[in-house]
């Protein structure tokens, strides 16, 4: 982990040129029901996917970068055109029932639209005299990158970066159990839906929050240590604070992260599958099977928003989603294995 606005910075670079057009879209979710965008004062901004919590409070917002009149109806027609159009100039925390901004999550850029791999999650606390906690991450396809703690008020919000706290309690923990490990290591925190999970995984309390975590060896390209991570979480007078009272590794509660965790692991394997094939066809193979991989997209994500229309109501949206997503995309890395080997 890296400071916040380096992390952010590089990942704006990596994205640009090459990179970006041979990379698969990722796993991103599908659009929440209800308005897409909202307006703050002067400015209209993009209700970053996901990023409402549970009681409406809250969301995440990205302002649009752009000296030409931004076409809002676009985002209502094709909300993947949209993204693909407008750059992001701010993430903003907001109080939605206020039409408040409160506070910023990352610099310009910090927020990369469908088409890369690096997506922003966030879990919310719940509120204690006002105020609550919540963890943001940007997740990037070898794991999180960045993740931040904010404490949100009803007009503030500051935050702080707590990734090298957490990275550091796994790795100690992996130097106890596997000495012979020695990295580099890239970790995977599980935020989605984290509120709603009870006392193993999610928030206990305003200030208490067990974290699932996955981590991988970079070299190996394999999972070393899983586990749950808990957090006391502090307001200080230089910001939020979290410290790791306890590491329990293991495997993660059949809950729904696992679902998350897999949907992680299928995307990254599909990726790996679909830059191999891309390495063995000539310039007008490239270009009809980006075409043919967008087109797969969206109909992966309209199945995957038809199986959200028609779940059961005891069924919670993001995890019927990211069934349907993984399912899909272990059908497609099974379809492009087999034309990778004919190509050989």
Known sequence: ??????????????????????????????????????????????????SKSADGRNALVWTVDSIEPVDWS?????????????????????????????????D???????????TLSVAWGPVENGRRFALAAYQWK??????????????????????????KAIEAQIKRAKPQKRGPFDSTYL??????????????????????????????????SEGILSLKLARTGEGPAASVVK?????????PFSESARLANADRELNAIYSALLKRLDSS?????????????????????????????SENARIVRDRVLRQLTEERSAELRKREAQAK
């Open 1 to 50: 982990m890296k400071p916040c606005a380096y992390v952010l910075g590089i990942g704006c670079m990596l994205i640009a040129g090459d990179f970006a057009s041979d990379q698969l879209i990722a796993a991103e979710p599908s659009p929440q029901p209800g308005p897409r965008w909202i307006e703050i004062g002067s400015e209209k901004a993009v209700i970053a996917r996901d």
């Open 74 to 106: 676009l985002l209502d027609k094709d909300p993947n055109g949209f993204y693909e159009k407008y750059e992001v100039k701010a993430i903003w925390v907001i109080n939605l029932a206020d039409k408040k901004k409160v506070g910023a999550v990352g």
């Open 108 to 118: 310009t850029g910090g927020y990369l639209r469908p088409g890369s791999h690096r």
């Open 142 to 167: 070898w794991g999180t990158d960045t993740i931040l703690l904010l404490d949100v008020g009803t007009d503030d919000c500051r935050s702080a970066q707590i990734g090298p706290v957490l990275d």
């Open 191 to 224: 935020l989605t839906g984290l509120p709603e999970l009870g006392k193993k995984t999610g928030f206990s309390s305003a200030s208490t929050v067990g974290l699932p975590f996955v981590t991988k060896d970079r070299e190996q390209d394999a999972s070393i």
């Open 247 to 255: 590491l329990t590794p293991g495997r993660l509660p059949d809950d």
């Open 285 to 313: 193979g490239k270009n009809a099977l980006r075409t043919e991989e967008r087109a797969w997209v969206e109909q992966r994500d309209q199945q995957a928003d038809k199986a959200v229309r028609n779940k059961s109501d």
